[in-house]
């Protein structure tokens, strides 16, 4: 159907082989069983990616009203069209456009505002969308660290009056589908560890952070619970391990242990869920810290 569609002419068709008995397709129902904790909480992600902001109605001091509207293409592309839904008799002409998107999505300025949702590059939805609308795609919606805030200008002009009046007003839609699910957040970097821990270290100014925060744990007779690598306040260690405060900017404390007891503790693999990433410049941060707390005791 790829060639015979007019939406597909002129581009690569897509083939899909198969050695499947049966034939199936995306579009087939998903067969659930009982389904698990895991399965549940991916569910709960999926429906998550999906929320669209709510349709909105602007109305600015001129009297035009104006309908701000949303449409997924896919989970990380959305459409927004404007619409005028009420213009005053006394205005000749208006027209409103959506523009000041954040640098982390993917907006092109030339294909923005258009008339038709083809013109900005989305076919999928275009039947689904309403008519009469100004569209504008944004993409890389899971680049998206803050809030989609976005600005609507309104241009119009009364009778007899050549300048062109414009109002502008800002919109806020919170993070829309996957932007929720903050998957740039994914590899955290180590500001944390920077800024808390290693603050006071002598030679901190010296030495480069890595991009990749570092885990250190804790043995697992001090673990209050069966979760090795995580740090409670109630926990009572040795007076080999320091415990600093808790991290205001993460809300997660952590703890720094001596080169000999991350030498010594191997975190039981079968019993642990906790996700540690390193870097090659893990075991020197590592060292550096070690040396810090014993230059910090023998003083």
Same mark, same amino acid.
Request: proline share 6%; with cysteine.
């Given at each position: 159907?790829?060639?015979?569609?007019?939406?597909?002419?002129?581009?690569?068709?897509?083939?899909?082989?198969?050695?499947?008995?049966?034939?199936?397709?995306?579009?087939?129902?998903?067969?659930?069983?009982?389904?698990?904790?895991?399965?549940?909480?991916?569910?709960?992600?999926?429906?998550?990616?999906?929320?669209?902001?709510?349709?909105?109605?602007?109305?600015?001091?001129?009297?035009?009203?104006?309908? &701000? =509207?949303?449409?997924?293409? !896919?989970? @990380?592309?959305?459409?927004?069209? *404007?619409?005028? +839904?009420?213009?005053? $008799?006394?205005?000749?002409?208006?027209?409103?456009?959506?523009?000041?998107?954040?640098?982390?999505?993917?907006?092109?300025?030339?294909?923005?505002?258009?008339?038709?949702?083809?013109?900005?590059?989305?076919?999928?939805?275009?039947?689904?969308?309403?008519?009469?609308?100004?569209?504008?795609?944004?993409?890389?919606?899971?680049?998206?660290?803050?809030?989609?805030?976005?600005?609507?200008?309104?241009?119009?002009?009364?009778?007899?009056?050549?300048?062109?009046?414009?109002?502008?007003?800002?919109?806020?839609?919170?993070?829309?589908?996957?932007?929720? &699910? =903050?998957?740039?957040?994914? !590899?955290? @970097?180590?500001?944390?560890?920077? *800024?808390?821990? +290693?603050?006071?270290? $002598?030679?901190?100014?010296?030495?480069?952070?890595?991009?990749?925060?570092?885990?250190?744990?804790?043995?697992?007779?001090?673990?209050?619970?069966?979760?090795?690598?995580?740090?409670?306040?109630?926990?009572?260690?040795?007076?080999?391990?320091?415990?600093?405060?808790?991290?205001?900017?993460?809300?997660?404390?952590?703890?720094?242990?001596?080169?000999?007891?991350?030498?010594?503790?191997?975190?039981?693999?079968?019993?642990?869920?906790?996700?540690?990433?390193?870097?090659?410049?893990?075991?020197?941060?590592?060292?550096?810290?070690?040396?810090?707390?014993?230059?910090?005791?023998?003083?």
């Amino acid at each position: 159907d790829m060639g015979k569609c007019h939406l597909t002419k002129g581009k690569q068709a897509l083939e899909i082989r198969s050695s499947l008995s049966e034939k199936r397709a995306l579009t087939d129902p998903i067969q659930q069983t009982i389904s698990s904790a895991e399965c549940l909480a991916r569910n709960l992600q999926w429906a998550k990616a999906h929320e669209l902001p709510e349709s909105m109605c602007l109305e600015f001091k001129c009297g035009v009203q104006i309908q &701000l =509207g949303f449409a997924a293409e !896919f989970s @990380n592309v959305m459409i927004i069209y *404007t619409r005028i +839904v009420k213009k005053p $008799p006394e205005i000749v002409v208006c027209r409103a456009y959506v523009t000041d998107f954040a640098l982390d999505l993917d907006v092109d300025p030339k294909e923005a505002n258009k008339g038709t949702p083809e013109e900005t590059g989305s076919y999928l939805v275009s039947k689904d969308l309403p008519k009469h609308c100004l569209y504008t795609r944004l993409s890389s919606l899971q680049k998206l660290r803050e809030h989609l805030i976005f600005t609507v200008c309104l241009h119009y002009e009364y009778p007899g009056i050549e300048d062109t009046m414009d109002e502008r007003k800002e919109v806020n839609v919170g993070k829309p589908l996957i932007a929720k &699910l =903050g998957l740039h957040h994914g !590899f955290r @970097n180590n500001n944390c560890l920077q *800024t808390c821990c +290693v603050a006071n270290n $002598p030679f901190h100014n010296q030495t480069e952070s890595s991009p990749v925060a570092t885990e250190y744990y804790v043995p697992s007779h001090c673990q209050p619970n069966s979760c090795p690598g995580v740090y409670h306040p109630n926990c009572i260690c040795s007076d080999i391990i320091r415990q600093p405060e808790a991290c205001s900017c993460s809300g997660t404390s952590r703890i720094l242990a001596s080169r000999h007891e991350v030498r010594n503790y191997s975190p039981p693999v079968e019993k642990s869920n906790v996700p540690v990433e390193t870097t090659d410049d893990t075991v020197e941060l590592e060292f550096l810290l070690c040396d810090n707390l014993r230059f910090s005791e023998e003083q």
